[in-house]
């Protein structure tokens, strides 16, 4: 069984930058490695929303972070990351890992509803 574990997330001036992490257990190397998994987030009040996945051969980055956010793996320690750059005040929200056993994100690469997995969350809140 899959166990996410999210870090970083922090209180920072628009403009800013902070790195996320996701800690994955219960993959082996090569599981990790080719699986889809992502950031997703939710601000106060609305929807959860995608952010950020990875798979097999791709990534996907939704537009309103395009540009400012990057998202990668570390394969040897089973780290997933979310680089954000240039924060804005729009960022503030609590970020959350997700995981699926699929070596494609294919075109459900930002529905909630296909990962099974998902961390506890990190906050994150961006001050102008």
């Known amino acids: 069984q899959v166990h996410l574990v999210e870090s970083g997330g922090g209180s920072v001036q628009s403009g800013w930058s902070l790195r996320l992490s996701c800690v994955a257990s219960?993959?082996?190397?090569?599981?990790?490695?080719?699986?889809?998994m992502g950031w997703f987030r939710q601000a106060p009040g609305k929807e959860r929303e995608g952010v950020a996945t990875?798979?097999?051969?791709?990534?996907y980055i939704a537009d309103s972070v395009q540009g400012r956010f990057t998202v990668s793996k570390d394969h040897a320690k089973n780290i997933l990351y979310l680089q954000m750059n240039t924060l804005k005040t729009e960022d503030t929200a609590m970020y959350y890992c997700?995981?699926?056993?699929?070596?494609?994100?294919?075109?459900?690469?930002?529905?909630?509803?296909?990962?099974?997995?998902w961390g506890q969350g990190t906050e994150v809140t961006v001050s102008s």
């Open positions: 997700a995981a699926r056993s699929v070596e494609y994100c294919s075109g459900t690469y930002f529905n909630r509803d296909q990962f099974p997995a």
């Open positions: 219960g993959y082996s190397f090569y599981d990790f490695s080719r699986y889809c």
């Open positions: 990875v798979d097999y051969s791709s990534t």
